[in-house]
């Protein structure tokens, strides 16, 4: 298994995480929370690094990384156009706020 390294973040002493470090947080968010806020959000720290601490528990010795959590059917399906009549084209078109020969027109990104 590999060494964990230690985690930089929240500190928290006796008393979990303080208005000091959620202060912290806060300006990295660019929030500025009133006392009563920042009070709250020290709990809700609290209660987050308690259940991550929690994980830290289990033993995951001999249990594979998942990288890809999701299989099945369709996630790497085709990109092919798709005709079924659902989508009526001229209709479509009308919506648009601008189109071009038959095709939606929009503004230039690069370049």
Same mark, same amino acid.
């Given at each position: ?17 303080? #208005?000091?470090?959620? !202060? @912290?947080? %806060? *300006? =990295? /968010?660019?929030? #500025?929370?009133?006392? !009563? @806020?920042? %009070? *709250? =959000? /020290? ?69």
């Amino acid at each position: 298994m590999a060494e964990r390294r230690p985690q930089e973040g929240l500190t928290r002493d006796a008393d979990g995480a303080d #208005a000091t470090e959620v !202060g @912290r947080v %806060a *300006r =990295l /968010a660019r929030l #500025a929370p009133d006392e !009563g @806020r920042t %009070a *709250r =959000l /020290a709990s809700d720290f609290e209660r987050i690094l308690s259940a991550f601490e929690s994980l830290q528990s289990i033993d995951v010795d001999g249990v594979e990384p998942l990288h890809r959590p999701l299989t099945g059917d369709g996630i790497e399906r085709g990109d092919v156009a798709c005709d079924d009549g659902a989508l009526d084209r001229d209709e479509l078109l009308a919506r648009a706020a601008r189109t071009r020969e038959g095709c939606f027109s929009v503004p230039r990104t690069v370049g």
